[in-house]
């Protein structure tokens, strides 16, 4: 099993421009870069921490196969939506599998696609 990222999160879940409004006696620019560096961090601290995604990102599970029970478990919750599920037939050609085949539960924690 693998879950690589494909689209990169575009923002983060506060700036650094919120964080100085609300919670830090900073008035000037010159530490800017370094409260971004320090909101990264503690994001990534934090999805480690907690296994859940603060932030929005396109993700792939790869499987080696179908799973016995018929349910894949989508890590990283909350799942926001499942684009499609693809799969190798018997002759190692690319199939995308009909969505009239599968039912994708968002409510769950984690998310899971029903076969």
């Given amino acids: ?3 690589n990222v494909i689209t990169a999160a575009t923002e983060d879940p506060v700036t650094y421009q919120e964080l ?3 919670h830090l006696r900073v008035t000037g620019s010159e530490d800017d870069a370094y409260i971004d560096a320090l909101i990264k ?3 990534r601290r934090t999805e480690i921490e907690t296994g859940m995604s603060l932030i929005t990102r396109t993700l792939r599970l790869t499987l080696d196969e179908f799973p016995c029970g018929r349910v894949i478990q989508l890590e990283k919750p909350p799942l926001l939506a499942v684009a499609s599920v693809k799969y190798l ?4 050609v690319l199939q995308i599998l009909n969505p009239s085949l599968y039912t994708v539960d968002i409510r769950s ?4 696609v029903i076969l």
């Fill in 20 to 22: 100085k409004a609300s």
């Fill in 89 to 92: 037939d018997t002759a190692g």
């Fill in 109 to 112: 924690s984690p998310g899971r």
């Fill in 41 to 43: 961090a503690a994001t």
């Fill in 1 to 3: 099993m693998a879950l």
